[in-house]
């Protein structure tokens, strides 16, 4: 109790750390955001639940590790990890999601457990269970007599993660495909009616999904750790950005990303790194707590 | 004034269309009053803000005195007003006798009585009141393999079941079979003879309406266009002009 | 009536004769008494009420911490016994042992009722998947809390006392605890699943809306329906924490993707919303894990991951689900054939 209450008047009596937290949290928050976008457009497009998310993320990164464990530049792996990524969340798009689509949501977010299960134990044999980062060698910024320190590598992590962000966006505003997969969000049926092709629709958001949270797997590896168990925390993370943020929305998406990031950098600082993962789902009640009383005045349930 | 339910400038829009602007009607306790009106003119925007689906903007409503336009669904069906739905909802998968026993007043009941089987007596109500309605013969039928209108009945004899004071029904003849609507009629009068029970009808077959209601009220555009016994109602000209599409 | 009084007492006499006819699989037998607990209590909100939690290993592990903390600080100071259990040795005598043994169980029980209680009125809001992820998320939050609890002794865990007789005859209690609230689980559902109560909460799985508007307590029938779920499961927490003697938080206690996964994936396999279906389930998958568990080679957890995925995707009705479509007759489903009558 004493510690927290001095981490509190830390937070008072220099401001400045304030402004570290925040732009720790920000930072860390840009690749929550991209995890949440996958998630809300995996949601928004087949109402599938995907609770394996965070496992696609430390793929991801494993594949980072990978590239570089084989002597070349771990940058290369934010677009290799991309790519794999695509192709590993197809084959299992074809081999289990496409028969629970039209399945209740129970059903869905069940599989996609058993999934992020399989997966999460599969790196576990493949890697260890121990945590590894890649590191670049870049050297870190400091600001404010040392208190704030920015490392090169971060700024090139969120840098790259804006540009995937941007790319993202652009894709789905511009492309055929993008419309197409637009159309499918708002009505299945109609689309289907007007000649789109459902079926690869799904396939291939399932397979971008996978690579948006593969890239951001890759650019974690290189600024944080990883470690095969990790998954389910970022799933989570996932979920509470999506659920403050809503579907469909992208910039709500990414600043709720920001905000989350932030909360959780303050409330690591005030009750300690152990309860980190604690925070993230505690975060994740408080938003589904706050949204259903939203409802309840509008008479309406959280469904 | 013995009005059970009372409606005083209720307002409801959704977005920016208007589907209720300052409705005001009352229901009164044993009678049998309608609501008609065209095709979207928010009759059932007003049963939904009656039974709480929705928050209202503006207005109050009374339930026996007792405000009830800030209270949750299942707040207000305890009160004793029960609903039918447009759609029909019944439990598609158990037999209808299964259905009827689900529909005991739970409301009247505490955690103890809940935990206790059902009685002989509730079997005879039951099955008493399948055969009011007529599906007697079919009680053990799984009601999802119903038709739509046997449907329809069955959910009446489950409102029956329970018990309510008020009843609101959403169009209950719509999708049955013409032959049918005279002994339906029949059965909402003795309803509301037989067991005393209140009934509020939304209703699109104007001969149905004008045989049984004490009092009319109806609805265009969101707007109160006018109210009074079937009588008047009938020979009112802006209700003649408003189901004409003259507006 | 006579035929299933018989297969009844049979299958008691099975249950009593057990431990003695397979002396070496105590251990076993009493897991598969743990699994079919869980098994059924989550049938009772998943299968009959139709809300999928997957944090109801929740009570699993609140049910051991406040064994360990009832039957401890009836003796001693927790604080001390768990901080002191690496350097000093405490002991209880036969009487404590078996005193903090029943209060702590039965304890463990009301704690998590009441508990479920108070959670079910913020989560049971929540609907479909929402209620599944916060149930999920109230599991992981309070495993991360405990953990970083001093007082019941952090990531290390808690140990319980020792019962001082022989190890054989422990098992045995043990084995008899599971069996005694399984068996009376499985009397208690058999008659509740046939109240008033029962129907109703049938009627919330199949449609809530329908339920609320008849004016059905639809609230207080899913609180108490948990309440009791989390009864029996914070029981058979607490007897697992005399049996494992030794738990600690996040693997043990509150091991979300062990048990708390296992408990859904017996009810889908042996059938959901059957009275019998989460028993056969249970058994399945016990027998279908200690019988090809070693032959796995370290990759048993991805075949446990595999083996949930084929069950819900294409396997979800489970057993009785099948047989229900087989042989519908043995379901009391009747088929009225008078339907030539002129139907409305």
């Known amino acids: ?296 005045r509008n008479r309406q349930v959280l469904k | 004034m013995n009005n059970i339910i009372e409606v005083t400038g209720v307002s409801k829009s ?162 049955i079979n013409p032959t049918l609507i005279n002994g339906l009629i029949d059965r909402l009068r003795r309803a509301n003879t037989e067991f005393g029970i209140t009934l509020f009808i939304i209703e699109h077959n104007m001969r149905v309406i004008m045989n049984m209601a004490d009092k009319i009220y109806c609805l265009a555009h969101g707007e109160m266009l006018a109210e009074g016994k079937p009588e008047d109602i009938q020979d009112d000209q802006r209700v003649i002009d408003a189901y004409l599409g003259a507006h | 009536m006579n035929k299933k009084f018989i297969l009844y007492a049979v299958l008691l006499a099975f249950s009593v004769a057990a431990p003695f006819l397979f002396p070496n699989y105590q251990t076993q037998l009493a897991t598969l008494w743990l699994m079919i607990i869980v098994a059924l209590t989550w049938d009772m909100t998943g299968g009959q009420m139709g809300y999928n939690s997957l944090g109801n290993i929740f009570f699993y592990g609140t049910g051991m911490y406040v064994c360990a903390v009832i039957t401890i600080g009836l003796y001693y100071d927790v604080g001390e016994w768990t901080n002191a259990s690496r350097t000093e040795i405490f002991t209880f005598s036969d009487r404590q042992y078996f005193t903090g043994m029943v209060l702590g169980i039965l304890g463990a029980g009301l704690f998590c009722a009441a508990s479920a209680y108070f959670i079910g009125m913020l989560t ?26 001093e007082w019941l002794g952090g990531g290390q865990g808690v140990s319980m006392p020792i019962y001082n007789g022989d190890f054989d005859t422990f098992k045995t209690l043990i084995y008899f605890e599971y069996a005694i609230l399984g068996v009376g689980l499985f009397v208690f559902l058999n008659w509740l699943y046939k109240t008033r109560f029962g129907a109703a909460i049938n009627a919330i799985r199949d449609d809530e809306e329908k339920a609320e508007a008849m004016g059905i307590h639809t609230l207080r029938y899913k609180l108490v329906t948990w309440a009791m779920s989390a009864f029996f499961v914070g029981a058979a927490g607490a007897i697992s924490a005399f049996q494992l003697i030794h738990f600690e938080p996040l693997e043990t206690a509150y091991q979300t993707i062990n048990l708390g996964i296992f408990m859904v994936v017996c009810v889908l396999l042996g059938g959901k919303g059957t009275l019998w279906g989460p028993v056969i389930g249970a058994i399945m998958f016990q027998v279908f894990k200690e019988t090809t568990w070693n032959y796995f080679l370290g990759w048993q957890w991805v075949a446990l991951g595999a083996l949930i995925v084929i069950v819900v995707v294409f396997f979800q009705d489970g057993l009785m689900g099948w047989l229900r479509l087989k042989r519908p007759e043995w379901f009391g489903v009747k088929v009225e054939q008078k339907t030539s009558e002129a139907g409305a």
């Open chain 3, 124 to 149: 049971f809001g929540l609907r479909g998947p929402y209620f599944a992820i916060g149930t999920l998320g109230v599991a992981i939050a309070a495993g991360e809390i405990v953990s970083n609890i």
């Open chain 1, 1 to 296: 109790m004493d510690e927290i209450l001095f981490n509190i008047s830390l937070l008072i009596d220099y401001p400045i750390v304030n402004l570290k937290i925040i732009i720790d949290g920000v930072m860390i928050g840009a690749l929550f955001a991209l995890a949440a976008y996958g998630l809300a457009l995996v949601w928004g497009v087949m109402n599938v639940k995907n609770l394996a998310q965070g496992d696609f993320v430390i793929a991801g990164g494993y594949v980072a590790l990978m590239l570089s464990k084989a002597g070349i530049n771990p940058l290369f792996g934010v677009p290799l990890a991309f790519v794999v990524m695509w192709g590993i969340g197809w084959v299992i798009y074809k081999v289990i999601i496409t028969r629970v689509i039209e399945r209740d949501l129970f059903t869905s977010l069940l599989a996609t457990f058993g999934l992020a299960i399989m997966m999460a134990q599969l790196m576990n044999l493949m890697f260890g269970s121990d945590a590894q980062s890649v590191n670049l060698g870049y050297d870190t910024l400091r600001f404010a007599d040392g208190i704030i320190d920015v490392p090169i590598a971060k700024l090139i992590g969120v840098g790259m993660a804006a540009v995937l962000a941007i790319a993202v966006v652009l894709f789905m505003k511009r492309s055929r495909m993008g419309q197409a997969i637009r159309a499918t969000a708002q009505d299945a049926r109609a689309a289907r009616v007007l000649g789109i092709d459902t079926e690869k629709v799904y396939a291939f958001t399932f397979g971008l999904n996978a690579a948006i949270c593969g890239a951001a797997g890759a650019i974690i590896v290189m600024i944080w750790v990883i470690q095969p168990f990790y998954g389910i925390g970022y799933s989570v993370r996932a979920f509470v950005i999506v659920t403050a943020a809503g579907l469909g929305n992208l910039p709500g998406v990414i600043a709720a990303g920001l905000g989350f990031g932030a909360a959780e950098q303050y409330g690591a600082h005030i009750f300690g790194d152990g309860y980190k993962q604690a925070i993230a789902v505690i975060l994740l009640l408080l938003v589904l707590f706050f949204r259903l009383l939203q409802q309840r």
């Open chain 2, 14 to 175: 959704y977005g920016g269309v208007k589907a209720n602007s300052n409705v005001s009607l009352s229901v009164e306790k044993g009678g049998i009053t309608g609501l008609i009106g065209p095709n979207g003119s928010g009759k059932t925007t007003m049963f939904n803000s009656i039974v709480g689906y929705h928050p209202i903007d503006e207005g109050s409503i009374k339930y026996d005195g007792q405000e009830i336009s800030k209270m949750q669904v299942p707040q207000i069906a305890r009160l004793g007003m029960l609903r039918t739905f447009q759609q029909t909802r019944i439990y598609g998968a158990m037999n209808c006798v299964e259905n009827m026993l689900i529909s005991l007043p739970h409301r009247k009941m505490n955690l103890w009585d809940a935990l206790k089987r059902n009685t002989r007596e509730d079997h005879e109500r039951a099955g008493h009141l399948l055969e009011f309605v007529g599906l007697y013969e079919k009680r053990y039928l799984r009601s999802g393999s119903l038709s739509f209108g046997q449907q329809k009945l069955l959910e009446f004899a489950m409102a029956l079941m329970n018990e309510p004071t008020v009843l609101l029904l959403d169009e209950p003849t719509a999708g």
